[in-house]
């Protein structure tokens, strides 16, 4: 794949986990409405009192591998959970509102194929 669209994306992905992981703690963009079921994940995800803080650190911590290109495939691995559950939120649950969470994944599965060769030790 073209090396520098592989770093536009590697950056692109980077900083939407980067802002959307910190937005978890500080809550600096809107909420958007979510029907009855996604609030009601959404809020025993709240009321745990860390699940969503440690969603919102993966994504950060994530975010901030892919930017300084350190560990880059463990970044995507660790990533891959959290974007496969952001596409399943929002196609079970909040199918309105799925576009962002399809791109991450998608960003996601594309940097993984790109750096299969340093995966396929693991299979």
Same mark, same amino acid.
């Given at each position: 794949? +073209? ?16 802002? $959307?992981?910190? +937005? ?7 909420? =958007? ?5 996604? =609030? /009601?994940?959404?809020? /025993? ?29 463990? /970044? ?8 496969? +559950?952001?596409?399943? $939120? ?24 790109? +750096? ?8």
């Amino acid at each position: 794949m +073209n090396s520098k669209l592989t770093m536009i994306l590697r950056i692109f992905l980077g900083l939407i986990l980067v802002v $959307f992981g910190a +937005n978890k703690f500080f809550g600096f963009m809107p909420s =958007m409405e979510l029907p009855e079921g996604a =609030m /009601a994940l959404m809020g /025993a995800m709240v009321k745990s009192g860390y699940l969503l803080k440690l969603v919102g650190i993966t994504e950060i911590v994530a975010g901030l591998l892919l930017l300084v290109n350190k560990w880059t495939p463990f /970044a995507l691995i660790i990533l891959a959970p959290v974007s496969l +559950n952001m596409a399943l $939120f929002h196609l079970f649950l909040a199918p309105a509102s799925i576009g962002p969470a399809a791109v991450v994944t998608l960003i996601n599965a594309v940097l993984i194929y790109d +750096n299969w060769s340093k995966f396929k030790i693991l299979f």
